[in-house]
């Protein structure tokens, strides 16, 4: 994470921005994102989603990845790995190429685990059980899925996600719009 603080704090003066001018493109606090520059402070996906928006790069600008021109992923070449305030594993699936519009991922969640917060974001997901199981909470509505199961909602819909059980659930997850 250091390296994505060192990052943002570059880009903005590469922008010529103010940590004032950039708290208005993101309408976050100019002493959260000054906390965020010295990497004092943590950062979720959604704070560095709209800060990526406001300096005018692609989330992936802060993650390593390598360009795939061959468009496949061997699984050797998968790399894990986790977002701040999120217990989940995520594996992405995808090549990278220009006007991608769609993510795929692997989630992995731990046994009884549970997202702390509900979320909603523009965009779409869809979502299927490869191993385990797991309750999705869409509006206040639990979906009991087991594996073979699939769900596919708005994402713009309060949602979260759990894994009650005392064994790992494994979820093929396609959303938009492009994040990492």
């Known amino acids: 994470m250091d390296e994505i603080y060192g990052m943002i704090k570059d880009l903005r003066l590469k922008n010529g921005l103010t940590l004032k001018q950039l708290s208005e493109k993101t309408e976050l606090s100019v002493s959260f994102l000054s906390q965020v520059e010295r990497g004092t402070s943590s950062l979720a996906i959604t704070s560095l989603k709209k800060i990526a928006d406001a300096l005018g790069v692609k989330i992936t600008e802060f993650f390593e990845s390598e360009s795939n021109?061959?468009?496949?992923?061997?699984?050797?070449?998968?790399?894990?790995?986790?977002?701040?305030?999120?217990?989940?594993?995520?594996?992405?699936?995808?090549?990278?190429?220009?006007?991608?519009?769609?993510?795929?991922?692997?989630v992995t969640l731990s046994p009884n685990q549970k997202q702390t917060q509900d979320y909603s974001h523009p965009g779409e997901e869809f979502y299927y059980v490869l191993k385990g199981g797991a309750v999705f909470n869409i509006d206040g509505t639990d979906y009991f899925m087991r594996q073979g199961d699939s769900i596919h909602f708005p994402s713009s819909c309060q949602h979260n996600i759990e894994n009650p059980f005392a064994e790992e659930t494994v979820l093929l997850c396609v959303l938009t719009p492009v994040i990492f």
Request: charged share 30%.
């Open 69 to 106: 021109p061959n468009y496949m992923v061997k699984a050797s070449e998968h790399k894990p790995f986790k977002i701040e305030r999120s217990e989940f594993t995520y594996t992405r699936l995808s090549g990278d190429f220009m006007s991608r519009s769609i993510e795929p991922l692997l």
